[in-house]
Each structure stands twice: as structure tokens, then as C-alpha cells.
């Protein structure tokens, strides 16, 4: 396991030796979250081990070779350590080209039945992706405005306002609308052209004198009044042949049908020309070509086509509101990991742009609140059960969440490692979603990004914010009460937790933590530190990480050798060995030599003198730093910690010093096992390697002081 940050160098070359190392990379791209690797091979992934890697949120096989690894708001910097390493470049070869040298081949080497159709979502996917930062941008922008209109302190829709807010809200239109042009680039990149050319093609039709004709007033133009949909429609006569005239300010249609057909021409002129000629006459002839068709065909047939995609929509938001609203939210949960939710934004842009509105964002905040509300049941139970790992993660895909709208850091980070999740947020998005339905939809007349920042956008505001509220709190409650483990899972990472802890207290009271793992391996430490603290780590690591700095315990009645530790039994009972013990962490001596006692009473004695580093809340565990160093870990039952002190009367204190035979807690027996749990009481040493040699006695019947562990130097 790397212990290096995110970006560096060490987790550059474990993810690229993790898809097959640089041999086996054909092409490398990244977006807001994911890298993209196009590979030789995809069989020779190790999925499993890139999954285990802390920097890794997730990964996701595609057809066709394609996989992705999910990186989160640290992609660029890891994308940029790997196109950095040495091994990338070996021999010249085009390992790991940019995204405008990614080669059209890639999409004819998919494989399977759908190819075709992950190359269209991909199209429409990575013409959007890369405008994210700058759309979450001016979604802020707006939510800032608007929360300053609800105040009144400005009128966000006033036709009369300051040169102040007209300048500000220039810098959320310049996105907007604008739009067509970034994604007319993107999308060209996306097809290996030139994205300037694309870019210039979608510009000649959005120029101020191109606007300027709408409305009539120059020679040649006429307009007329459309009874049926009231609106305006001008005509211009261009080299005698009749053009529609259209505001294509924040459409997206038109620049991907544009580019689509760009990109024929193009290269059909690449292959036509010479090289040392193309740079002046293909992208010449391509925008000779391309900017009349646009104008004439194309803008006109994208304009009909995304006004009859968001009519349709707004037919069946307006005849079967709940059905629509519903379908919304339960559709992004799928969608969204797969990246194929972008087509989806693009008709949310069609709809402002035609119907100067849009309703599937209402219901869509339905599935981000539920996904956030989920996260944040993930968190709460993260800080009941003292999983410092987990609480890190949900806590940044919370705040990524809840600021800034962004669902990937919980899905990838959380959601989709934990299966249970999912269905519970289901029922958030339902619920929502439903909400929604009932109380007759939610519009907005921007394009924002769902956060708690963006909620004065929407109208009216009341219902979202019932729907987004009932979303987020039923998904919270449904993980919180059923947990995202199950019951064994969370059984055997309490356990693990319990006794890591119980094991590495003694260290932490008897010597500096950098003392603890000065002579530690850098991967042994990493893991001592996570099994500390973190349900699930490796109990193996936590008891790795016990250094001892002595091995005197309790002398041996009648005197013993200098060098020989003799640890006494807690209780009163039969002795059985670890490897009868009916848990997995102690079975494997992960926490060190030691035996099993079935308890004959409930008195929990001391087994040695020294200071308690660790008495558990819950009074199940007991962890020894005895006299001269040797540590001790006395735990009572198997996932007794979930009964939460009942039946366990502790009668000491941490930090308090001990001699053998003291009184540690008296428990309830029966009380555990009818809640339906072993009593059993271990007693281990998890220094044990620190020994020589350390012996168990075998099964036999014991009374309370007698000897059962002897450990030698």
C-alpha cells in the first residue's frame, strides 16, 4: 500500500503498473474526475489491486479496452505525474497521447455488440466533461445573485439595472451563451480536428452582425409573426436563397450535428491535399464549406430537433408530471457512473434556450440530495463506530456534495463500494422525486448545479427544498439504521477495530508515536496507523505497529528467570486454543500468541501489574502496559461491543495502575449470551514477536491468577 499523497510520483507508477504498465497504454485522457486509459489489453488489468490503493475512489471497465480509474478532484495532477514518468516515454512510442492525439482508431477497436453506442454517449460525454468547472462556475455565480434577489437586494430580472449587475451577470452569461462555441471546440477535439476550426465555424453565426439581423431592419430580411407559437421568425435572403435566422447563443444541438459533419469534410480535405498544404487550405475550405451549411441547414434542422426533444419532455412533464418526476432521479443514479448523464444537461440547456425554462433539474436534485443524504448517513455512522477512514472520505464528498453539486466523490469514493447503499438511496430518490410529482414540479430558468448554494434558482422554491430535504433525510436514515455494511462486515470490522485499538493504546502511553515505528517498514507503519484507528484495517498491521521496550510481567510463582514473562488468566474457566477461537482476527494470531478462556464466572482480573493504556467504553476490552514493557490485551466476547456496556460493570479507569489479581469488571455472562453473543474471553500478547518464544498453555481448566501465557526472550 502507498502511504504517498495523491499526485506523486509512487501512485503515478502504481496505477500505471496496475493497468498493465506503460506497454499496455495505448492512449491516456482525464476529465473532472476519472483517468481514461485506452489499453492494448484490458485483460491484463488488476482491477482488484487498483481498487485497494487509498488515491483510488474506484474503478470502471469499458468495452473495447477502454478503463477508467477514478481519481477525484486530484486526477490532474496524477494524469500529469504519469505523463511524466520515464518509463512512458521508453521508445518513442505513443504510450500516452493527449486528448488531441487521441487517434479515431480507438473507437474502431471497440469490441461487443454497443460499441457503437459507447462511442456516441462519448461524443456527447466529452464534449460536455471538460466545460464542468466553468459551468459549476456560473452556477455559483447565479446562486449568488439570486440569493441577493430573494434578500432584495438587487433585482435579479430588472430590465433597468446598474452597469454593476449588468456586468455581473455578463460573467455567467459569457458561459452560457457562449456555450455553443466551447462545445463545438470540445466536440472537434473529441473527432481528432481541429477544434479552432469547429470553434470558428459555430462563431460565424452568433457574430453581432449576424444577431443583428433578427428583428428585421436589414435589406433583405423579413419577418413574420408565428400565430401558433407566438413568436418571431425572420428570414434573410442570402445569395438568393432563403436562411432562417436564429439566436444559437447557449444551444448545444447545432454544435454537435455541426461537428459531426465538420469532421468529414476535414478529413476528407486531409486526404485530398497535401501535408505541407493543409494547414492553409483545409481549414480554409472546411469553414468555406461548413459556415453556409450550418447557417442554412444545420442551426434551423439543431433548433427543431432540440425544441421537439424538449417538447416531447415537457408533454410528459405536463401530462404525467409524477411519472416524469419520478423517472428523473431514479434514472441519474445509473447514468451518472457511467458518464452518459450528460446528454441529459444538454437537453436542460435546449429546454432555457426554447422554452426559456427548464423542469428536469427540479427532479434531478432529487437524486443529488438522496445521493448527498446517503454520503451523510455513511459519515454519522462512521463517527459511531470510530472509523477515522471513512469519516475522511464521506466528509469531503459531503462538502464536494452539498457546495458544490458534485455526486462523483460520494458514488466512487463510497456508494458504488458498498452495495447496500444503493437501494436505500433508491427510496431518496423516490421519495423526492415524488414529492416533486405531487406538487406540481419544479422549474428554473438557469442552468445550475444542485448545491445547497443554488437553491433560489429554482421555482418554486418551497417544493424543492420539501423534496431535496425529504430526499436527503430518508436516504440518511435508511444507511444510518441499516448500516452500509452488513451485519458479519460490521461485525468483523468492530472487532478488528476494538482490538487494534486495544493494542496500540499501550504503545502510545508508554513511548512517542515516533519512536513506536522508527524501526518499522514504511508500509508496516501506514498500516499500524490505519488499524488504529479505521473498522476494517488490518488487525495484523495494528499489532505490527506494538513496539516494546522491555518484557517483564509477573514473576512466576516461586521465582523465575530474568528472561521469562508469565501472564496469568483473567478469569476462571477452560482454556482453549486460538485456533478454536470463533473469530478470524484472533484465530490467525493477528493480534498476537494468547488462548481463549470460556468464563466459569464474571470476574475480569488483572493478568500481570502495569498501567491500563485502554479500558473500552464498553467495557469489553482491556488493554495492559505491564511492568517493563510487555503489553497485553484482555477482550471479553465476540462482537460484545455492539450490546454498548449492558451487563459490563467496569471498575477501573484508563490510565490507572493495576497489580495482578485486581478487579478489572464484573459482566454479565448470561446477559451475553442472550443477546447472542460468545462470552468467550481472549487474552493475547500482541508483541509477540518481540519474543523468542511464547507458549500457551493448552486446553485445560484454569482458576483466576493461574499462569496461561509464558513468553521468553
Not at 492553409?280 to 439543431?302: N, W
Not at 422554491?461 to 435508511?478: C, D, K, N, P, Q
Request: hydrophobic share 50%; glycine share 12%.
Amino acid at each position: 500500500m502507498s502511504s504517498s499523497a495523491p499526485g506523486s510520483t509512487s501512485t503515478a507508477e502504481e496505477i500505471v503498473r496496475g493497468v498493465g504498465g506503460p506497454e499496455n497504454i495505448e492512449s491516456l485522457t482525464h476529465c473532472a474526475t476519472r483517468l481514461r486509459f485506452q489499453l492494448h489489453d484490458g485483460g491484463e488489468v488488476d482491477q482488484e489491486g487498483l481498487d485497494a490503493l487509498p488515491e483510488v475512489m474506484g474503478t470502471v471497465p469499458q468495452s473495447g479496452d477502454r478503463f477508467q480509474v477514478v481519481i477525484g478532484g486530484a486526477v490532474a495532477g496524477v494524469h500529469t505525474q504519469i505523463m511524466n514518468l520515464p518509463s512512458m516515454a521508453a521508445g518513442g512510442t505513443p504510450r500516452a497521447q493527449s486528448d488531441a492525439e487521441v487517434k479515431a482508431a480507438i473507437r474502431s477497436r471497440a469490441r461487443g455488440k454497443w460499441s457503437w453506442l459507447d462511442s456516441f454517449f462519448e461524443y456527447l460525454s466529452d464534449s460536455f466533461r471538460p466545460l464542468m468547472g466553468v459551468l459549476l462556475g456560473a452556477s455559483l455565480i447565479i446562486a449568488i445573485a439570486s440569493v441577493l434577489d430573494a434578500l432584495g437586494v438587487i433585482d435579479f430580472r430588472a430590465e433597468d439595472k446598474s452597469a454593476t449587475w449588468v456586468f455581473v451577470d455578463a460573467m455567467w452569461r459569457s458561459v452560457l451563451y457562449f456555450l455553443p462555441i466551447m462545445v463545438a471546440f470540445n466536440a472537434a477535439k473529441k473527432l481528432q480536428i481541429d477544434g479552432w476550426v469547429g470553434a470558428a465555424v459555430m462563431a460565424a453565426v452568433m457574430t453581432p452582425d449576424y444577431m443583428g439581423m433578427i428583428g428585421g431592419g436589414t435589406p433583405g430580411v423579413t419577418c413574420s409573426t408565428n400565430e401558433l407559437l407566438g413568436t418571431e421568425q425572420c428570414i434573410a435572403t442570402v445569395f438568393g436563397l432563403p436562411m432562417q435566422l436564429n439566436d444559437y447563443g447557449g444551444q448545444v444541438f447545432v454544435p454537435l450535428l455541426m461537428v459531426a459533419l465538420l469532421a468529414l469534410v476535414y478529413k476528407g480535405l486531409q486526404r485530398v491535399f497535401p501535408a505541407n498544404v493543409q494547414l492553409v487550405f483545409v481549414p480554409f475550405l472546411s469553414m468555406l464549406v461548413m459556415i453556409p451549411v450550418t447557417a442554412f441547414l444545420i442551426g434551423p434542422l439543431g433548433i427543431w430537433a432540440g425544441n421537439g426533444l424538449g417538447s416531447g419532455l415537457a408533454w410528459l412533464n405536463g401530462n404525467a408530471p409524477i411519472v416524469f418526476a419520478i423517472l428523473i432521479p431514479l434514472l441519474y443514479p445509473f447514468l451518472v457512473p457511467l458518464g452518459l448523464h450528460w446528454p441529459l444537461n444538454a437537453l436542460m440547456l435546449q429546454n432555457i434556450n426554447a422554452l426559456g425554462y427548464d423542469f428536469i433539474q427540479g427532479p434531478m436534485g432529487a437524486w443529488n440530495f438522496a445521493c448527498f443524504g446517503a454520503t451523510a448517513g455513511v459519515l454519522l455512522l462512521s463517527i459511531r463506530h470510530r472509523e477515522a477512514e471513512m469519516r475522511q472520505t464521506a466528509t469531503g464528498a459531503l462538502a464536494a456534495g452539498l457546495f458544490g453539486g458534485i455526486s462523483e466523490p460520494s458514488l466512487y469514493g463510497i456508494h458504488l463500494r458498498f452495495k447496500r447503499i444503493y437501494p436505500r438511496m433508491l427510496v431518496g430518490c423516490l421519495v423526492g422525486g415524488l414529492i416533486v410529482g405531487l406538487l406540481g414540479g419544479v422549474n428554473t430558468s438557469v442552468f445550475a448545479f444542485t448545491s445547497l448554494l443554488t437553491i433560489p434558482v429554482f421555482d418554486p422554491m418551497l417544493t424543492y427544498v420539501i423534496a431535496i430535504t425529504a430526499a436527503f433525510v430518508v436516504s440518511m436514515a435508511l444507511v444510518y439504521v441499516s448500516d452500509y455494511r452488513t451485519a458479519e462486515q460490521r461485525a468483523e470490522a468492530n472487532s478488528s477495530r476494538d482490538a487494534a485499538e486495544a493494542a496500540a493504546a499501550p504503545v502510545a502511553a508508554a513511548q512517542p508515536a515516533a519512536a513506536q515505528t522508527a524501526d518499522q517498514p514504511a508500509a508496516e507503519r501506514e498500516l499500524a496507523t490505519v488499524g488504529a484507528s479505521a473498522p476494517g484495517a488490518s488487525a495484523g498491521a495494528a499489532a505490527g505497529s506494538v513496539a516494546s521496550s522491555g518484557a517483564s510481567g509477573v514473576p512466576a510463582a516461586g521465582g523465575a528467570a530474568s528472561d521469562a514473562v508469565v501472564i496469568a488468566a483473567p478469569v476462571e474457566g477452560r482454556v482453549v486454543p486460538l485456533d478454536e477461537v470463533p473469530d478470524p482476527v484472533f484465530a490467525s494470531r493477528a493480534l498476537g500468541e494468547g488462548v481463549g478462556i470460556i468464563p466459569a464466572d464474571g470476574r475480569i482480573l488483572a493478568p500481570a501489574d502495569g498501567l491500563l493504556a485502554t479500558v473500552a467504553g464498553t467495557g469489553h476490552a482491556f488493554g495492559l502496559l505491564a511492568d517493563g514493557g510487555a503489553e497485553v490485551l484482555v477482550h471479553v466476547g465476540i462482537d460484545t461491543v455492539k450490546m454498548d456496556g449492558r451487563g459490563f460493570d467496569v471498575r477501573v479507569e484508563q490510565g490507572q495502575k493495576v497489580a495482578a489479581g485486581d478487579l478489572l469488571a464484573v459482566v454479565d455472562l448470561e446477559a451475553i449470551r442472550e443477546a447472542g453473543y460468545d462470552p468467550i474471553t481472549l487474552l493475547t500478547i500482541p508483541n509477540t514477536t518481540t519474543f523468542a518464544a511464547v507458549e500457551a498453555v493448552g486446553a485445560t481448566e484454569v482458576a483466576a491468577g493461574e499462569t496461561v501465557v509464558t513468553a521468553r526472550r
